[in-house]
């Protein structure tokens, strides 16, 4: 018992230990640790035989050896699995295994919604890495993505299949574009009972951007004031929070991005009322302005700093940390070939 004990606490057990060839190499991994490092961050598992075998035979260390090896792995179905588990990871879509929402206040809500909206963004991102070799920004602003029958009457679209998932183009009338008009990226992003121009915002900052956005101070109150008869629309209620100076420097910073996102409610059902009135769902994004979720879309997809974030992201993925003064110097060069 204490022999498995002390095995489960053990890192070399717990993490995957890279100390290099040697201590005065710095960043220069053993053949072994190379091989577990591509493999972990292309398919989300231990390599295999031939992987090794290159690495112990030294053919791994050469430019040459390491571009076919990363060329089979991807070509491997493990490598499926390995993006979306980044991408899982990266958009947060593990919060949809607890997924909930309000029943009596969105009556399209159900049990699956959360595992079916998962399944459609990754879904996506698959077809658009794998199968289309396609340009990643695409992802913002898709006209096409992969439903089954419920989230098909959740989009308001015929269902492309009768069972399981299907490719089908979404229609202009939809109003609706790439990733951010996802249920997941909708869902995760608003309130059990109402939507959010604050938290789809921010997450727009944050996860797409790579932009930190500051905590609230602690003596500050960030409820926003319920509808009343003089505000009735969640941009009319959010103006009026902006009146306080403690709230303003924060929200101004996410909340006109997120009131893009506003003809779409806390399950990305599409609206055109908010509590009896028109939304106004037009905005800013760092100067470049929009009129609805579509043109929002179209300016994430072109802003300089989505690219940038997701060679970041990806990188410190695949270190499994933030990446030193050195390595931010090679990021900063993958970023500037992401965006040719």
């Not at 995957?16 to 710095?26: A, K, M």
């Not at 199968?131 to 098909?152: C, H, P, V």
């Not at 929070?241 to 924060?250: F, I, N, V, Y």
């Not at 997809?301 to 030193?324: D, E, I």
Request: some cysteine; overall charge negative; hydrophobic content about 35%.
């Amino acid at each position: 018992v204490f022999a498995m004990a002390t095995i489960l606490q053990s890192p070399y057990f717990l993490f995957r230990v890279e100390l290099g060839v040697d201590e005065g190499l710095d960043g220069e991994f053993s053949g072994v640790e190379l091989a577990s490092r591509l493999s972990y961050f292309l398919c989300n598992s231990l390599p295999d035989n031939e992987l090794l075998n290159a690495a112990e035979s030294g053919a791994l260390a050469t430019r040459e050896g390491l571009f076919a090896q990363a060329s089979r792995l991807l070509d491997d179905p493990k490598s499926r699995l390995g993006l979306r588990n980044y991408f899982t990871e990266q958009f947060q879509l593990y919060k949809l295994d607890s997924y909930s929402k309000d029943p009596q206040v969105f009556e399209h809500y159900h049990t699956e919604l959360g595992p079916n909206a998962r399944e459609e963004t990754l879904r996506l991102l698959e077809y658009l890495v794998f199968d289309l070799n396609g340009d990643f920004r695409d992802s913002m602003t898709a006209d096409y993505t992969f439903i089954n029958s419920r989230l098909a009457a959740l989009y308001a679209i015929p269902a492309p299949v009768m069972d399981g998932f299907g490719y089908t183009e979404i229609p202009e009338s939809t109003r609706r574009k790439g990733l951010i008009g996802h249920a997941s990226f909708m869902g995760i992003h608003a309130h059990s009972v109402s939507s959010s121009a604050t938290l789809r915002g921010k997450a727009v900052r944050n996860i797409l951007l790579c932009q930190s956005v500051p905590a609230p101070p602690v003596e500050v109150d960030t409820s926003i004031p319920e509808p009343s008869g003089t505000t009735r629309t969640l941009r009319e209620r959010v103006a009026e929070h902006l009146t306080e100076p403690g709230c303003a420097s924060c929200h101004q910073f996410t909340d006109p991005i997120g009131l893009g996102m506003e003809n779409f409610d806390g399950i990305g059902r599409f609206r055109e009322t908010d509590n009896g009135e028109v939304i106004d769902a037009s905005g800013d994004l760092d100067g470049e302005p929009f009129a609805d979720m579509v043109g929002l879309a179209q300016a994430l997809r072109k802003h300089p700093a989505f690219a940038p974030c997701m060679a970041k992201t990806l990188s410190h993925y695949g270190m499994g940390r933030v990446a030193n003064p050195t390595e931010r110097f090679w990021i900063n060069t993958l970023s500037e070939r992401f965006t040719v």
